[in-house]
């Protein structure tokens, strides 16, 4: 049956990637890890401002902030979402079908981006929810939730899941092992940046300011230096559009 129109090609994917267990048990192990993360630094903000050490408190923080702190280990659990959703078919050879369908590798990649992306977005608005839900009670007196900052940290954060998926899924058809692709995303987006930042020397931290970690990271935090948040967005989104254009190059350089 061929799916070579493009709104064929993405219904295809998305019954693909909702058909496969890992899928959901992916969401779930980034739900757990949330819910885990966000309780844990929430724990922690409100210790600080309750043991003897006076010099650590933090005063009061908000939701928002502790939902992005969390995102820095959940990340990691949601990426596999994007990397999945094209390596598992090269581990079991079902891309040859889906390449006999969709003959466009092009058309095939990006459909395969569009329903990563929004799985990946759809998921981090639920892992922000969830996040910010065990986080507020956890703070009591020291936090603070106001409505439209906390909204808008819970979509910052899928949206910024929502391209490090669509990173992973184009570093994994360039790469097509799933244990080399998230080597190199490790690399990508913590070593290698903070090997970078270790020395503390300026231009190697500005070198580090436009890995995708570093520059998902001032995004969500709202920085104006060194550039600003939008910044760190296109960014990441560059970093995102160039491991497509990886991925979509090798896959009509190589056989599947």
């Known amino acids: 049956m061929s799916t070579s ?11 693909k990637l909702s058909s496969v267990p890992s899928t959901w048990w992916t969401a779930l192990a980034g739900l757990l890890v949330m819910a885990a993360s966000a309780g844990q630094l929430a724990i922690y903000a ?54 006999q369908c969709t003959p466009s590798r092009g058309r095939v990649l990006l459909a395969k981006a569009a329903v990563a992306g929004t799985v990946t977005f759809a998921l981090g608005l639920l892992l922000g929810g969830v996040g910010a839900l065990v986080a507020r ?27 490090i998926g669509v990173l992973a899924l184009g570093l994994g058809a360039a790469l097509r092992n799933a244990v080399l692709t998230i080597t190199v995303l490790l690399a990508t987006l913590m070593i290698v940046p903070l090997s970078l930042q270790e020395p503390d020397i300026d231009v190697l ?6 890995f995708p970690g570093v520059a998902g990271a001032h995004f969500l935090a709202g920085d104006t230096e060194p550039y600003p948040s939008l910044v760190g967005l ?23």
């Open 5 to 15: 129109t493009r709104g064929g090609a993405v219904a295809a994917e998305g019954t």
């Open 46 to 99: 409100a210790n600080d401002n309750t043991n003897d050490d006076p010099t650590d408190d933090r005063g009061i923080v908000t939701v928002g902030s502790v939902l992005i702190d969390s995102v820095e280990l959940t990340q990691y659990v949601v990426l596999a979402l994007g990397l999945l959703a094209i390596t598992a078919e090269f581990t079991s050879g079902t891309i040859r079908t889906t390449l």
């Open 137 to 163: 009670p956890v703070l009591g007196e020291w936090g603070s939730a106001p409505v439209a900052g906390t909204i808008g940290d819970i979509v910052a954060v899928a949206a910024y899941l929502a391209l």
């Open 205 to 210: 931290n500005r070198i580090a300011d436009v």
């Open 234 to 256: 296109l960014l990441l989104a560059g970093w995102a559009g160039a491991a497509l254009l990886l991925g979509r190059a090798a896959l009509r350089r190589r056989d599947a």
